[in-house]
C-alpha cells in the first residue's frame, strides 16, 4: 500500500481541508471570515464524507456539531474564545466518549471502525484508551496553547497540530492492530 493510499485518502483528506480552509482564509481575510469558512467546509466535508461513504461518519458529525455551535457563538458573540476552546471541548468530549464505550458491551471506536478492523476485545479496549490518551493530549495542548499564544499564532499551531493528531490516531491504530489482530481476518500490517 502506498504512503498516498496509506494516508491521503478521502476521510483523512475530509477531516484535515476545513482546517487548511480555516488557515488559510483567516491569514487572507480575517479570523471571523475563517471561522464562516470553517463552519461551510465542516458541513460540505461531512456531506461530502457522507454520499461518498455511504456511511453515517460518528466522528466527523461530533465535529460538526461543535464547529457549528462554537463557531456559531463566535459569529453572535464576536469573541473568539468560543473557536479557540472548540480543540479542547471537541477532543475532551470525544474522550468522555470513549471512556463511555469502555463500559459499553461494545465501544462507540469499535462501532466506529467496524469492517476496518478485526480486534480481540483486548485489542479494541487497549486501542480505546490508547485514543482517550491521544484525544487528552490534544486537549490539553489546546489548552495550553491557546491561552499563551496571540490569535493567528495559536491557529497556525492548530494547522499543523491537526493533521499530525489524526496521524497519531492511525499510528497507534496501526500498533494496536499489529497485536491484536484476530487471526482469522488476514492482514498486512507491514
Not at 487572507?28 to 455511504?54: C, F, H, Q, R, Y
Not at 468530549?93 to 483486548?122: C, D, P, T
Not at 494547522?159 to 482469522?184: K, L, Q
Request: glycine fraction near 8%.
Amino acid at each position: 500500500m502506498s504512503f498516498r493510499e496509506r494516508y491521503l485518502n478521502r476521510p483523512f483528506l475530509f477531516e484535515i481541508m476545513p482546517g487548511i480552509i480555516f488557515f488559510l482564509v483567516n491569514k487572507g481575510w480575517g479570523l471571523m471570515p475563517g471561522v464562516i469558512a470553517l463552519m461551510i467546509s465542516t458541513v460540505l466535508a461531512v456531506g461530502l464524507g457522507l454520499l461518498l461513504e455511504k456511511r453515517m461518519p460518528v466522528f466527523p458529525l461530533i465535529s460538526l456539531f461543535l464547529v457549528v455551535t462554537l463557531g456559531g457563538s463566535v459569529l453572535l458573540f464576536e469573541n473568539e474564545i468560543f473557536v479557540k476552546m472548540k480543540p479542547t471541548i471537541g477532543k475532551a468530549l470525544f474522550a468522555l466518549i470513549l471512556l463511555v464505550g469502555l463500559v459499553m458491551k461494545r465501544g462507540l471506536l469499535e462501532r466506529a471502525l467496524e469492517g476496518q478492523l478485526y480486534l480481540s476485545r483486548r485489542g479494541w479496549q487497549v486501542l480505546t484508551i490508547r485514543w482517550i490518551i491521544i484525544a487528552l493530549g490534544f486537549a490539553l495542548s489546546n489548552e495550553v496553547c491557546w491561552r499563551w499564544l496571540d490569535t493567528d499564532s495559536w491557529i497556525a499551531f492548530n494547522a499543523f497540530v491537526m493533521p499530525f493528531s489524526i496521524v497519531a490516531y492511525m499510528a497507534i491504530t496501526r500498533i494496536t492492530a499489529r497485536r491484536y489482530w484476530i487471526a482469522e481476518h488476514s492482514l498486512h500490517v507491514g
